[in-house]
């Protein structure tokens, strides 16, 4: 099949899935890294308020310049915002304090992977608004 032919057919294609204009079809197909060329697919597939490659640019780029969002390690993969305030902070110090934060993210990336156990729940064992509860009565 010729290159342009194929190139034509991937076009369509973007444009018939995602709904959006030629040219940001275009520059969807042409975007340099295919990592994020998926984020941006995914952002113009899920947001009904992301309508061109322009605005799904834009909010990758404000995702990415968060702080929040900035890897803490690159061993476990954690970024800032995960940090576990009762320990150093990150996923490599699993099952060493006994930090919520850890069985919470420990199990998204468990369902992230696969590997999930449907028993097992982070927010199981909270009591937070009990005490409001027993407040309020």
Same mark, same amino acid.
């Given at each position: 099949?010729?290159?342009?032919?194929?190139?034509?057919?991937?076009?369509?294609?973007?444009?018939?899935?995602?709904?959006?204009?030629?040219?940001?079809?275009?520059? @969807?197909?042409?975007?340099?890294?295919?990592?994020?060329?998926?984020? @941006?697919?995914?952002? @113009?597939?899920?947001?009904?308020?992301?309508?061109?490659?322009?605005?799904?640019?834009?909010?990758?780029?404000?995702?990415?310049?968060?702080?929040?969002?900035?890897? @803490?390690?690159?061993?476990?993969?954690?970024?800032?915002?995960?940090?576990?305030?009762?320990?150093?902070?990150?996923?490599?110090?699993?099952?060493?304090?006994?930090?919520?934060?850890?069985?919470?993210?420990?199990?998204?990336?468990?369902?992230?992977?696969?590997?999930?156990?449907?028993?097992?729940?982070?927010?199981?064992?909270?009591?937070?608004?009990?005490?409001?509860?027993?407040?309020?009565?």
């Amino acid at each position: 099949m010729p290159k342009d032919h194929a190139r034509k057919k991937a076009l369509a294609a973007i444009k018939g899935e995602l709904g959006v204009k030629h040219a940001d079809a275009i520059a @969807l197909l042409d975007h340099p890294d295919a990592d994020e060329r998926e984020t @941006l697919e995914r952002y @113009l597939a899920e947001y009904i308020d992301i309508n061109t490659y322009g605005e799904a640019l834009a909010c990758l780029r404000q995702q990415q310049a968060d702080p929040r969002n900035q890897l @803490l390690c690159e061993t476990c993969g954690w970024t800032n915002s995960m940090v576990c305030p009762e320990c150093p902070g990150c996923g490599c110090y699993n099952d060493q304090c006994s930090g919520w934060r850890h069985a919470e993210y420990e199990a998204e990336m468990r369902a992230a992977t696969g590997d999930y156990d449907a028993d097992s729940d982070p927010y199981g064992e909270c009591c937070c608004y009990e005490d409001d509860e027993e407040q309020a009565a």
